[in-house]
């Protein structure tokens, strides 16, 4: 190497530095998302009904039923997986942008046997919940959000309260898993939980019940659709 430089320029031993290191010490890995948004969220006024956002629709999601206490949050971190963030997810479930046929992450998903996640007992994700990041995974694995404001006047259990409670509740709280030996199915659990003061209590965080969801509180939006939907009578 010595003996080469001798015979190099100064320019030309520049040139070499700088195509030796743009092509070796900056390399990606394939799986790695990188341009705006990889460290904060990209927020858009207006949620677009074509497009899947991460901390709309996936963070909680994987959250609740993947980074649970001996499996995927950080104190586990089973196998080296942690799923409780953005970068996390990207990196450790090895999520390829555009692709999710080559995504660890999401192949785990629609595994058989052993190889599916979450685990027995845990049931597995839904196959609208497993679309869901398909589709976050063809859109390029963005770390976007959206809010459209909140609006409480016309809430019901199927527009407005469902979807928060599957995405936020189920994955812990199903019959092959009922965490804390609460089973939330379907209407009449959701109801039960309602009117026995419970669900109000645990996502607000309140003094005396359980935080619920453990990892993330739910949004003031998310909160105010639920308190609205009790407060009209929990219509179905």
């Not at 010595?2 to 390399?27: D, E, G």
């Not at 963005?142 to 909140?150: K, L, P, S, V």
């Not at 199903?174 to 039960?192: E, N, Q």
Request: glycine share 8%; proline share 6%; charged share 15%.
């Amino acid at each position: 190497m010595k003996t080469l430089f001798r015979k190099c320029t100064p320019a030309t031993i520049v040139l070499f530095l700088i195509f030796t290191f743009s092509c070796t010490k900056y390399q990606i890995p394939d799986y790695q998302v990188v341009g705006p948004g990889t460290t904060d969220p990209l927020i858009t006024s207006t949620c677009d009904p074509d497009t899947v956002y991460f901390q709309n629709d996936i963070l909680p999601l994987v959250v609740s039923s993947c980074a649970t206490t001996g499996c995927h949050n950080k104190e586990s971190h089973r196998e080296g997986v942690i799923l409780t963030d953005y970068s996390s997810i990207i990196n450790t479930g090895k999520i390829k942008a555009g692709d999710p046929g080559d995504s660890e992450f999401f192949e785990s998903l629609t595994g058989s046997g052993e190889d599916r996640m979450p685990p027995r007992p845990y049931d597995p994700l839904s196959t609208s919940q497993i679309e869901i990041i398909r589709t976050w995974i063809l859109q390029g694995a963005r770390n976007n959000a959206c809010n459209d404001g909140c609006d409480t006047t016309a809430v019901s259990f199927a527009g407005q309260i469902w979807p928060i409670v599957e995405t936020y509740c189920t994955g812990c709280h199903s019959s092959g898993a009922a965490g804390g030996g609460v089973v939330i199915a379907d209407y009449t659990d959701v109801v039960s939980l309602a009117e026995n003061g419970s669900l109000m209590g645990t996502i607000r965080w309140e003094s005396g019940y359980a935080n619920m969801p453990p990892n993330q509180q739910l949004s003031d939006c998310s909160i105010s659709l639920l308190q609205a939907w009790i407060d009209k009578g929990s219509p179905q």
